[in-house]
C-alpha cells in the first residue's frame, strides 16, 4: 500500500515562502515520477511542477522562477520550495506520484493535500 502525506501548507503573506513536503512509503520511491499538483476553489487542477526518476523538472508558466522542485531519495521525499508567493498561487496543493508497472504502465497515487493560503 502507497503512502503519500504532505506537510508544509499553512498561511503566509504576499511575498512570503512555504516548502512543502511529501514523504512516500510502500513504493520503491527513487523509481517513481513525482509531482506537485494544485486546485484552486472552482478552478481545475493544474500541475505545478513535476520531477522525474532521473531528475527531469517541468514547471507550469507561473511558478518558473519562483517555485522549486527538488527530491531526496534516501528520504522518499519529495519538496516543493515556493517563494514570491502570490495570492493567486492558494489552492491545495497535492503530492502526485507515478510508480512504473510491467513494461510500459505505471501506477497513480495521490497524497492527501494540504492547503496553502496567501493573504494579500
Known amino acids: 500500500h502507497v503512502d503519500l502525506v504532505e506537510s508544509g501548507g499553512g498561511l503566509v503573506q504576499a511575498g512570503g515562502s512555504l516548502r512543502l513536503s511529501c514523504a512516500a512509503s510502500g513504493t520503491i520511491f527513487e523509481r517513481n515520477d513525482m509531482a506537485w499538483y494544485r486546485q484552486a476553489p472552482g478552478k481545475q487542477r493544474e500541475l505545478v511542477a513535476s520531477?522525474?526518476?532521473?531528475?527531469?523538472?517541468k514547471y507550469l508558466d507561473s511558478v518558473k522562477g519562483r517555485f522549486a522542485i527538488s527530491r531526496d531519495n534516501a528520504k522518499n521525499t519529495v519538496y516543493l520550495q515556493m517563494n514570491s508567493l502570490k495570492s493567486k498561487d492558494t489552492a491545495v496543493y497535492c503530492c502526485?506520484?507515478?510508480?512504473?508497472?510491467?513494461?510500459?504502465?505505471?501506477?497513480?497515487?495521490w497524497g492527501q493535500g494540504t492547503q496553502v493560503t496567501v493573504s494579500p
Open positions: 520531477i522525474t526518476s532521473g531528475g527531469s523538472l
Open positions: 502526485n506520484a507515478n510508480e512504473p508497472y510491467g513494461r510500459v504502465g505505471k501506477l497513480t497515487y
